[in-house]
């Protein structure tokens, strides 16, 4: 009858919720997230996990809580990099599932990035909002849900180059730049002109768009090279998550490594 409460971040709480998921084939969880990105985004939907071998969530389960308690107290104790890391995920979901967020986000950044609460609980609200809906009807990921992974593709391949690694680069600011690498991609393939619209709102939020690097073609082969180990790789290729419009994406096998080099190479352009 006991209950193990997970205090913090992404990272905290899923290594909790994995421990609690494991522990005597399960044990009651709570959850009390800490950082914009834990609280707008991971700690809904029950997926725990640890990295391994350089590879994010390799090893995992689906293990929800009995409670989850968001304090947005706690935002005032984090840095600005930590801060604005997290609104990244805000941002993805608007893209691929909700317009009115995205605009909401696209007309308050100015009061959102200066912590004002009464804001933030909006976009906190309809961030975890849209993930109950969206998880609760597909909770081991099989169709709807895959498309919360926009920019997740890339930006884990990202992640695993700089040996997932919070200093050197955080997960929000590799979903920022997944982003980037999916619009490039969405536009070559749907011929519209997202690009420049992710650039402004990431920029709005002082996430990054670009990898201040100057050799970076063996780097490109790196990050296709880890695409391998995405958990969307199927035999017919790498299932990316794509958006025709602002607020409706879409799943796509792509194969073609020229298109995928392409997507990659707009970090360094």
Known sequence: DSCIV??????????????????????????????????????????????????????GTYYHPISIYIDLRFLFTLTNRDYRSGIAESIKKGIVIDKNLFDFLLNNSKSINARKLSDV???????????LRVTSSDVFEKSSRLLLNYGHTFGQSIE???????????????????????AKMSDNIFKKNLFLIHKEILEMYKLPTKLKL???????????????????????????????????????VVNDKTLIKNSFRQLFV
Do not use: W
């Not at 050197?168 to 590799?174: E, S, V």
């Not at 391998?228 to 794509?242: A, M, P, Q, S, Y």
């Open 6 to 59: 997970a205090i913090g971040g992404g990272v905290v709480c899923d290594i909790v919720s994995f421990v609690s998921s494991i522990y005597q084939r399960g044990i009651k969880l709570m959850i009390i997230p800490t950082t914009t990105t834990s609280m707008m985004d991971s700690c809904v939907g029950g997926k725990t996990g640890i990295n391994h071998n350089n590879i994010v969530n390799l090893i």
């Open 214 to 252: 100057n050799s970076y073609k063996k780097l490109i082969d790196k990050m296709i090279n880890n695409l391998n180990n995405d958990k969307k790789r199927t035999k017919e290729g790498v299932k990316f998550i794509l958006s025709k419009s602002i607020g409706e994406g879409v799943t796509k």
């Open 121 to 131: 609980f909006e976009m906190i609200h309809k961030s975890v909002d849209i993930k």
């Open 160 to 182: 695993s180059v700089f040996g997932i690694n919070h200093k050197k680069l955080t997960h929000g600011y590799a979903v920022s730049l997944g982003m980037i690498c999916a």
